[in-house]
């Protein structure tokens, strides 16, 4: 069955950078586009970005534009996501999410991120 | 950015009862909807897609409709397990948006 853990979360002080990681089973990773959701304690789902099957479009929400970079090894059946230049609004449960027809029909259980000094 | 306004925001009903929530986009986004159902400390579910085509797996309680701009999503005969909170989803365009969520309660 399709299975995506994700893993890297923590607390981190502003400024500072984070990568957390997604990886998949149960399917053919290399043939899915790809995608991060955040979700901020208490708060609704925010869409953060996503990376084409083969790497060769991504996507970002203005908000982590020129921050983060979305990425993958399609050999290692990973996704990843790197947090630079962190903000305490950046603190939110990051869910990695495959897409089937436009709409995401496998998520990951989630990584906290906490920025805070 | 398309906005995806939900209502309610919150809804309280009882086992049995018929719900529909409606999603409304500021632009149109054809039948690019999904809808998600979430449960405290859990991932979402997707429910349905495509506006109305079901998931695999989920109950034929749960349907949707609509197109362009207005969507609503229904559950026919509420459970006990369907008290969680929902969101509509648009992938039009970039930046893919999420409503802000309806909670749904027990009555």
């Known amino acids: 069955q399709v299975q995506l853990v994700e893993s890297g979360g923590g607390v981190v002080q502003p400024g500072r950078s984070l990568r957390v990681s997604c990886a998949a089973s149960?399917?053919?990773?290399?043939?899915?586009?790809m995608h991060w959701v955040r979700q901020a304690p208490g708060k609704g789902l925010e869409w953060v970005a996503d990376?084409?099957?083969?790497?060769?479009?991504?996507y970002y929400t203005d908000s982590v534009k020129g921050r983060f970079t979305i990425s993958r090894d399609n050999s290692k059946n990973t996704l990843y996501l790197q947090m630079n230049s962190l903000r305490a609004e950046d603190t939110a449960v990051y869910y990695c999410a495959r897409v089937t027809e436009f709409s995401f029909d496998n998520w990951g259980q989630g990584t906290l991120v906490t920025v805070s000094s | 950015d398309i906005q995806m306004t939900q209502s309610p925001s919150s809804v309280s009903a009882s086992v049995g009862d018929r719900v529909t929530i409606t999603c409304r986009a500021s632009?149109?986004?054809?039948?690019?909807l999904a809808w998600y159902q979430q449960k405290p400390g859990k991932a979402p579910k997707l429910l349905i897609y495509?506006?109305?085509r079901l998931q695999s797996g989920v109950p034929s309680r749960f349907s949707g409709s609509g197109s362009g701009t207005d969507f609503t999503l229904t559950i026919s005969s509420l459970q006990p397990e369907d008290f969680a909170t929902y969101y509509c989803q648009q992938a039009n365009s970039f930046p893919i948006t999420f409503g802000q969520g309806t909670r749904l309660e027990i009555k």
């Open positions: 495509a506006a109305s």
């Open positions: 990376i084409w099957y083969d790497g060769s479009n991504k």
């Open positions: 149960g399917f053919i990773f290399s043939s899915y586009d």
């Open positions: 632009q149109g986004i054809s039948s690019w």
